[in-house]
């Protein structure tokens, strides 16, 4: 389990210090697939990176399994079990895909072809790939997932996985993380909007101004979204030739 107590978060902005995060209470258990959700900017990325220690807390602690790792940086965390797939992964200049598949995984002989396949990569056409200018965002991205899923961990977090990744790698990469959830123990944190990736949710965590404003099941928020949907006009106007961006009217 991981556990979040009283964290806040500090960072200097242009005019000083702000906070960032508030109060972060949180509570991920084993074999759960959480999706973090909520307006741009509300924190969600940074609870990400407080996990995975990029971000030192300002206040607070972070417990897993028992262990207090709110000390703890980067490396150690990822030794303990801690991946994290970043929203803008950066390039390995000189290294291949298989180089850096073999260098994640903590098997010796990882299945390198499977886990091009389950992030929409086909190993033929990428294996020996150099991983340079030549690649898009989308498959660097695609990699990187593939680079976490070559691991053992305890706690693995996605942010917003589906960033530039084509429909038939989407719809393999909600298949992947279903699978990771069945087969092992680890816990799974998605950051994401779409619909297919909360569907995939055990809980979902709706955060806004750094804080978590609510914890709720997939169903409940589908169905907000749902109702939403159908008390606003302006889809519907946009589809019948309405202005573009035009305020809701529902």
């Known amino acids: 389990m991981l556990d979040l107590q009283n ?26 697939i959480y999706v973090m959700t909520g307006p741009n900017g509300g924190g969600k990325t940074s609870i990400a990176k407080v996990i995975m220690g990029i971000y030192p807390v300002s206040g607070g602690k972070i417990i897993l399994d028992g262990m207090d790792i709110t000390d703890k940086n980067i490396t150690e965390r990822a030794r303990l079990g801690v991946g994290y797939a970043f929203q803008t992964p950066a390039r390995f200049k000189g290294l291949k895909v298989k180089d850096i598949l073999e260098i994640s995984s903590d098997k010796e002989h990882p299945d390198q072809c499977q886990l091009l396949f389950d992030v929409g990569l086909c190993a033929k056409d990428y ?35 589906e960033a530039g990744i084509d429909l ?5 990469l909600t298949e992947t993380f279903s699978k990771m959830n069945f087969e092992s123990d680890t ?3 998605i950051i ?41 006009g302006c889809r519907n106007d946009c589809i019948k030739g309405g202005a573009f961006g035009a305020e809701c009217v529902g």
């Open 192 to 232: 994401s909007h779409q619909e297919r990736i909360l569907k995939l949710a055990d809980e979902v965590i709706l955060v806004a101004d750094g804080t978590i404003s609510r914890i709720t099941t997939q169903q409940k928020i589908l169905a907000e979204i749902t109702r939403q949907d159908a008390l606003c």
């Open 187 to 189: 816990t799974i944190v």
């Open 7 to 32: 964290v806040s978060l500090e960072l200097n902005g242009d005019e000083g210090k702000r906070e960032v995060l508030r109060n972060i209470n949180l509570k991920l258990e084993n074999k759960k």
């Open 127 to 161: 294996m020996n790939r150099e991983i340079n200018a030549t690649f898009s965002g989308g498959e660097l991205k695609r990699v990187e997932i593939a680079s976490l899923l070559a691991r053992n961990l305890k706690i693995a977090v996605f942010d917003e996985p």
């Open 168 to 172: 038939w790698s989407f719809q393999k």
